[in-house]
């Protein structure tokens, strides 16, 4: 399927593109809109022909060949398949999101694959290399790509419980020492580098801390998943903690500045972060509504009151 592409002014002089014949000129500028993601279509010149030129006598096998030579394409074969691999094509092309991913092989025998966004399918991260055999793992996000299992990277066994360990507690304990939590962001003294002690208190700012715009969020039916490996039927009731956004937001700013974390990896170490939140005992937030009376009489009831006295009492000569 052709694909609309860029082409820049300086293309037209280029030393080594104008010792090119114009049909191979003109030849290179179909390739790329013939081409996949990667810059890659199959080596096939009859189809290419009747694609570019079908009304003109051009040999596109012979100017392929005068193509590569000037260093612009590499042809090679690869799985028994005859490819054209466009030099710099991403450099100087910017394929649309959606563009689905190259079905062809790099000159090394690995194919380029990324993570789409689950909602609208674009690209999401860095490209990938992998194996033909791991395709169908990658894409199936089974085995070594499973979002829950592995275990270098990181990830963790669906057989496995996520265990409230003295480990976890020690291991979230230490991190919590290197990052100051959004609540505390703003309670640092110039000066000396220190926390105010009144900004200490855990239960200031729970209730209005909400989550920075444009920060990290899960994919929440994925992390319904990973804490559910742990909680069982309890998952539900983590992901509906009423302080979840406040969580989130104490997470991200724990994370923003450590080393880069694919989405699995923080999805896990947040499903984590929510269940060692989950289990702490559960404090009372309620707010104390009772206020001082500055009334005295109050501690006492109702002041009584006192019939007056109708007329004036003759005491005599008693006084």
Wanted: proline share 5%; glycine share 4%.
């Amino acid at each position: 399927m052709a694909r609309a592409r860029n082409i820049k002014p300086s293309f037209f002089m280029n030393e080594d593109i104008v010792e090119l014949s114009v049909e191979a000129r003109l030849l290179f500028i179909g390739l790329w809109t013939l081409a996949d993601r990667e810059g890659r279509l199959e080596n096939r010149p009859k189809k290419i022909k009747m694609s570019l030129f079908p009304a003109d006598e051009i040999n596109v096998s012979e100017q392929l060949s005068n193509i590569s030579k000037y260093g612009f394409i590499e042809l090679y074969n690869i799985d028994d398949t005859d490819v054209i691999q466009i030099a710099n094509f991403i450099k100087h092309q910017n394929p649309h999101g959606l563009e689905k991913d190259s079905e062809l092989p790099d000159v090394n025998g690995l194919y380029t694959v990324y993570d789409r966004n689950p909602k609208n399918k674009t690209v999401i991260g860095k490209p990938k290399l992998v194996k033909k055999s791991e395709l169908t793992d990658f894409y199936n996000k089974t085995g070594a790509f499973n979002p829950i299992i592995t275990t270098n990277n990181g990830f963790i066994d669906t057989n496995t419980e996520i265990k409230n360990s003295d480990a976890n507690n020690n291991e979230q304990g230490n991190n919590c020492s290197e990052t100051v939590f959004i609540s505390d962001q703003n309670a640092l003294n110039p000066e000396s580098f220190n926390l105010n002690p009144d900004s200490l208190n855990p239960e200031l700012g729970a209730q209005t801390q909400t989550v920075v715009e444009n920060s990290w969020s899960p994919n929440p039916e994925i992390l319904l998943s990973v804490i559910r490996q742990s909680m069982g039927v309890q998952a539900e009731q983590v992901i509906a903690m009423p302080d979840y956004d406040f969580h989130l937001g104490n997470f991200n700013a724990h994370w923003e500045n450590k080393i880069d974390l694919t989405e699995n990896q923080k999805t896990r170490k947040f499903a984590q972060w929510l269940i060692l939140e989950f289990k702490k005992p559960q404090r009372n937030t309620t707010p104390n509504n009772k206020q001082n009376n500055l009334n005295v009489n109050a501690a006492h009831g109702q002041v009584k009151q006192y019939a007056t006295c109708a007329d004036d009492v003759d005491t005599g000569d008693s006084l």
